[in-house]
Every structure is written in structure tokens, then in C-alpha cells.
């Protein structure tokens, strides 16, 4: 796709750059030796000489956004998508173009673009390198799970994207791939984790590249529940377009999906700053400079109203001006849920118009007249180690509840619900001590709030809604497909490109129109409304 393509020797060095550099400097050296007997590029690593085991790892981070220091997860996930969301907010009208839907095309294609280097590529690679050898025969099934949620990821953003001839430059010599429509993707999609999942077998191989679950007590057992279980995530992405096929797929998983948070699909990650295997959430937000970022006053206020029993573990405050215009004791911080105060979104600070001058809107408090006084994440979610959940089984029983009450398949909502609400409240505890929430807390939050049938699908959606907080990408997407729920007010800054609406979707990174514009232009062609981020994808039916 990209001009790196192009050149074959260097190939093997973006694939294996996390999991394999000593091993490139051991047999660059070897190669050395036999220049004057071969005609041998030196730098050049081939697929057998490296085992595929190491890629399932490189991919596994990969998703997570693990090796792009710099790049997607600070511009597109949390300068966009998460501002869309509204789980953040920021006043600033660069970095956070998403707070105000600003136009700012190569921060948006960020993730397209960086996606198709170190995800993709190593995830094709570790799909050719197993496909019909024995030996492989459970790594292969868990490259094309990978392989299906990697492309799930980038097509819910994008819309139409390059997937059957996506990371074959070295294998067909295919360097501007044709992009594939949404639904021919889905369809393969789907079938795709399908069969992969059937065909994981207890007689075969455990991979030991698997940072999911190869230290569970039943390795494929897992997988074979998480594959149903992106299977069924799949499917519901289907709501609004497609319904029968949908529920196809959902009545295929039931039984078969995640029973409980010690099923989720977890990636931790290394303390080290420096690691490619680190947080990218908290390396990009503080590198980026955290006072830019705040809690949205959206989630905040939805939180108290509610008596979450997560905001103290979610949310913490630092104290801004007194009211006599000085800064308090510099450890002067809260946890506690009544001091939590959310930052609204589509504001600026310092500006002339009243209308979205933060100061202004705020000059009957004045202690909270500066970012110090709004929420921010919590550490707890932000270290440089904490893991990234990727997949839940709190959401898992939330889409089976929506399916229930939309279309009577997949059990009872009810019992759906409950199970997702005591999920989402103590799989926190993944995150450490200091943010695990007992279940007789969350007993006590979800006898407040129990299941209502007359508003179940608003119910549902909402804790679907904070059970993704960090998992911006999905949260969006979840809120496309189910008809805009949570219900979330738009903001409307001066100069928006959305007519004042919630973004749709990604605008395609402005690197297309130069390696592969005709492709690009036929993609742009078939989006009503163009290459923007008013225009839908294909199963985001108005």
C-alpha cells in the first residue's frame, strides 16, 4: 500500500521490529559471510527462518496501538474518536480537533495509516507463513481471528478500505491495493472468525506467541470463547442493515461466548516508557500534555447522577484558583465522587465569542476557571503498564441483551443485563488493587438501576457506553450501530465540518491521493457526501 512496499529487503524489519531485532542482527551477520557466493541481500529475513509464533505477539500488541510512539492512538483515538464519544473533552482546538469537529485529515487518517504498517502486514504475514502446515494449524486459526478484528477495527472507522489485497506487496507484488466495499468486508469477516473458531482444536499446537491466553488453564478453550465472541460483536454491527444475518450469527454463538472477566481478552503491558510494548493511552495523553484532556462533563455528570461506583476509580481532580486567585497545596487532589467535576465539551479558553469562551461560561466558579479543575483519568487507567481490555465479557452480555429485546434470540435481556452490569463494574480490578470495586458494590448500583423493558435498549447501550471508556474505537462504533445511544447533545463550535452533528466516520489519510490515488478516488466515489466526516459507513443506515 505504502512506498515501503516497494522495497522487498526491507520487508521483514517493520514485521519483526518488536519481536525478532536481535534475531535480524544474528543472521544479517550470517548473511554476510556468503556475499561473494550469492547474490544475497544481507538485510533480508525470510519467513522460514523465523518462527510465527513471535508475529501472534507483534500482532496482539499491535491492535492495542502498542508500537506507534507518536502516531494513531494520541491523533485519531483520543484526538478524535474518544472527543466524539464524549468521554473526553478538551479546549484545545488543534491536538482534540474531535471536541469540536474540526477538520484535521491527518490526524484522523493516522490510524489508517499506521494500521497498515504494523498491524496489518504482521498480521497477513503470520496468516501466510502457518496456512497448511500441520504445525501450525491453531496459530493459523488464531492469525485469521486477529487478522478479522485488526480489519473489523480500521472498516468501522473508514468505511471501504483495502482487505483482500491489503499487506500482499511482498507476495503478489501488490502495492496500491483496491479498496473492498463494507459489506463484502463483513461478509468475509464473518465467515472468516467462523470457521477459524470451529476449527481451533484442543489436538493441535499452543501457541506460546499468545499474550491472551497462553497462560490460561484451557488456551484454545479461551480462544474458542473469544472468537465467538468477537463473532457476536460482529454480527450486532449488523443492526440496523442487515438484521437476519445478524441474528444468524448471534443464535450460532450463543452458549458460546465469554462467561465471566476471567475470559476477557487482556494485553498488559511493559512499565518500561521506552518500550514499544508500553500503554500507548498514557505514553500519547501525557506526552501530548494531559492538561489538554479532561473527563467530558457528559460522563462525569451521568456518573454522579447514577452514584457509579467506579468514578473514584476512573476520575481524579486537581484543584484549581482559590477564590482569592492562588493556587492551593499542589497535592491538594480528589478521588472522591462528589468533587469530580466534568469538562463540557465544544469550549475554548481566552476567546472573544461568550458562546464557547469557557471562562465566561464558567465565571461563577472560579476555582474551576482553569483545566486544573476538571477530571481527569485516573492513573489507575493511565500507567505506562496498565493493560489494554480488548475485548469483555460485560460487553459480550450486553450485546446478547440487546439481541434479546430487539429480536427475542440470544436468552433473556434481563439476565443479559445483569450479568454486564456486575462485569463492567469489577473488571476493573484488572487494572490493580487500587481500582477493584467489590460486588456488593456493584449489587448495590445494579439494584438502583435495574433492568426496565420499556427502556432496555437505551439501559443496555448506556452501560455499554462506560463499560468501553478506553476503548474508544468500539464505544463509537457500538453507538453508530445502535441508533446514536446514549443519547449525546453535539456540540457547535464556529467552523465545524459536521453541520454541528456527531462525526460518522474518518476522513482516509491525505498519503492515499499520492500512493494510491485510484483507488482512493474510486473508494471517495461510492461514499454519499464524499470523503467526510458526515458520510456514513455501509451498516451505519440513517
Request: hydrophobic share 40%; proline share 4%.
Amino acid at each position: 500500500m505504502y512506498n515501503y512496499y516497494k522495497d522487498i529487503s526491507m520487508k521483514f524489519k517493520t514485521i519483526y521490529l518488536i519481536a525478532t531485532a536481535a534475531f535480524i542482527i544474528i543472521a544479517a551477520g550470517s548473511c554476510k559471510k556468503d556475499l561473494l557466493k550469492a547474490n544475497t541481500n544481507p538485510d533480508q529475513i525470510t519467513g522460514g527462518q523465523v518462527d510465527p509464533n513471535l508475529l501472534l505477539t507483534t500482532v496482539q500488541l499491535a491492535y492495542t496501538g502498542a508500537p506507534t510512539i507518536g502516531g494513531s492512538v494520541w491523533a485519531t483515538k483520543w484526538g478524535g474518536v474518544g472527543m466524539f464519544v464524549q468521554h473526553v473533552a478538551s479546549t484545545n482546538t488543534g491536538f482534540y480537533y474531535g471536541d469540536k469537529y474540526l477538520n484535521n485529515i491527518g490526524a484522523m487518517g493516522e490510524t489508517f495509516q499506521d494500521n497498515y504498517t504494523i498491524a496489518v502486514q504482521p498480521v497477513v504475514e503470520l496468516f501466510q507463513l502457518t496456512a497448511n502446515k500441520a504445525q501450525y494449524r491453531n496459530l493459523h486459526q488464531m492469525a485469521r481471528i486477529m487478522k478479522a478484528m485488526i480489519f473489523e477495527q480500521l472498516t468501522d472507522l473508514y468505511g471501504d478500505i483495502p482487505y483482500f489485497q491489503a499487506g500482499l506487496g511482498y507476495y503478489q507484488r501488490i502495492y496500491t491495493p483496491a479498496y473492498d466495499k463494507q459489506q463484502v468486508i463483513y461478509t468475509d469477516l464473518l465467515k472468516e472468525v467462523s470457521q477459524a473458531t470451529d476449527s481451533l482444536t484442543e489436538n493441535a499446537d499452543n501457541p506460546s506467541g499468545d499474550i491472551l491466553y497462553s497462560q490460561a488453564g484451557d488456551q484454545i478453550a479461551e480462544w474458542k470463547m473469544f472468537g465467538n465472541s468477537l463473532l457476536l460483536r460482529m454480527a450486532m454491527r449488523l443492526t440496523k442493515v442487515d438484521p437476519t444475518t445478524a441474528q444468524k450469527y448471534v443464535t450460532q454463538v450463543v452458549g458460546k461466548t465469554m462467561q465471566s472477566n476471567d475470559d476477557n481478552a487482556i494485553v498488559q503491558h511493559a512499565l518500561s516508557a521506552n518500550s514499544l510494548t508500553s500503554n500507548q493511552d498514557a505514553a500519547q495523553i501525557f506526552s501530548q500534555d494531559s492538561t489538554d484532556i479532561r473527563l467530558s462533563s457528559t460522563i462525569i455528570s451521568n456518573m454522579k447522577k447514577m452514584a457509579d461506583p467506579r468514578l473514584p476509580v476512573v476520575a481524579w481532580i486537581a484543584y484549581g484558583l482559590d477564590q482569592d486567585g492562588n493556587f492551593p497545596d499542589p497535592d491538594s487532589t480528589s478521588t472522591d465522587a462528589a468533587a469530580q467535576i466534568g469538562l463540557p465539551n465544544g469550549y475554548i479558553i481566552g476567546g472573544l465569542n461568550q458562546q464557547v469562551n469557557l471562562l465566561i461560561a464558567a465565571k461563577d466558579s472560579l476555582p474551576y476557571q482553569l483545566l486544573g479543575g476538571y477530571s481527569r483519568i485516573s492513573d489507575n487507567l493511565l500507567s505506562i503498564g496498565a493493560p489494554s481490555l480488548i475485548l469483555t465479557y460485560a460487553e459480550t452480555e450486553f450485546l446478547l441483551a440487546d439481541a434479546a429485546k430487539r429480536w427475542g434470540v440470544g436468552g433473556d435481556a434481563a439476565t443479559h443485563y445483569k450479568n454486564g452490569v456486575l462485569a463492567a463494574i469489577t473488571q476493573l480490578s484488572a487494572y490493580g488493587d487500587a481500582a477493584t470495586i467489590s460486588s456488593d458494590d456493584a449489587q448495590t448500583y445494579l439494584d438502583a438501576h435495574p433492568y426496565n423493558s420499556g427502556t432496555a435498549l437505551s439501559q443496555i447501550n448506556y452501560q455499554y457506553w462506560l463499560c468501553t471508556l478506553m476503548d474508544e474505537y468500539e464505544c463509537w462504533a457500538n453507538w453508530r450501530r445502535c441508533g446514536d445511544l446514549p443519547y449525546l447533545k453535539p456540540t457547535s463550535y464556529p467552523g465545524n465540518v459536521s453541520n454541528s452533528t456527531i462525526p460518522r466516520r474518518l476522513v482516509y489519510p491525505p498519503s492515499q491521493k499520492v500512493t494510491n490515488l485510484a483507488n482512493y478516488n474510486a473508494a471517495v466515489a461510492g461514499l454519499t457526501g464524499g470523503d467526510k466526516i458526515t458520510s456514513r459507513v455501509w451498516w451505519d443506515k440513517p
